[in-house]
């Protein structure tokens, strides 16, 4: 793989739920391509497809017909234990619920990644201070979840995200549950993280948000309605 090959390509992904005698045509067919270095934000009405695309890419599901490559690799027929691995090495998640364990603290929780993946505890931790300290967090380490801010919470969240050099960063309504004043610090952020070359690819419904990425797929009934780069 090499810098002009694409860290993510969808060819012809078809994912179909059924529902007694009924067929739910989630997706219907979307192909696309998403390079080193890009920052997508995906878009659309409720019910278009992008929590179904945002779980495929994110390894959490799989397609019912058509490829998935992440990082060239096929992974669309992996099994759950190996797909369990390329969650945690090869992907990123950000979620608009923080997602954190509220028994565990601030570092403890940004380290969760590299446990699974059975990196010794020192390096886990010094990592993991590293990044707390990165994203502000650095007088926090000790901190449960329930002793942040909603904004604080999600600086955790990113810096789990970070934690494991993923090549692609996933973000569900990363502001969801913000206020304006966290949403927009944790948006720069994200500029950041896009600006030092990092991949992301966002799901999000407002329009405003979407403005901070580069290119901007919108899907409708399963399908690409436009790709636009800026």
């Known amino acids: 793989m090499t810098a002009a090959d694409p860290i993510v390509r969808l060819e012809e992904v078809r994912r179909t739920y059924r529902m007694g005698d009924t067929e739910l045509h989630a997706l219907a067919g979307v192909s696309l391509d998403f390079f080193p270095g890009e920052y997508i934000a995906i878009m659309g009405p409720s019910g278009c497809g992008k929590s179904t ?3 495929l890419l994110g390894c959490l599901d799989q397609p019912s ?3 998935y490559l992440l990082g060239g690799e096929d992974v669309s027929l992996l099994e759950d ?4 691995q390329i969650r945690g090495a090869r992907l990123g998640f950000i979620f608009q619920s923080y ?3 509220q028994q565990l603290t601030v570092v403890e929780n940004i380290e969760v990644p590299l446990f699974y993946q059975g990196v010794p505890e020192h390096k886990c931790r ?3 201070i590293q990044l707390a300290e990165k994203v502000g967090l650095g007088q926090r380490l000790y901190h449960r979840p329930n002793e942040l801010s909603g904004g604080q919470q999600q600086r955790v969240g990113i810096a789990r995200a970070l934690v494991n050099d993923p090549l692609v960063i996933l ?3 990363p502001t969801g549950n913000l206020d304006s004043h966290s949403g927009t610090e944790i948006l720069r952020m994200m500029d950041d993280l896009h600006a030092q070359g990092k991949t992301i ?6 329009p405003a948000i979407g403005k901070h990425a580069q290119r901007l797929v919108r899907l409708r009934d399963g399908v690409v309605e436009s790709d636009e780069r800026r």
Not at 201 to 206: N, P
Request: proline content about 0%; aromatic content about 0%; charged content about 25%.
């Open 53 to 55: 695309l945002l779980n």
């Open 126 to 128: 010094e990592a993991s």
């Open 201 to 206: 690819i966002m799901v999000t419904h407002d």
């Open 81 to 84: 234990d190996a797909l369990s």
């Open 99 to 101: 997602n954190l364990i």
């Open 171 to 173: 973000a569900d309504e």
């Open 65 to 67: 017909s058509g490829r």
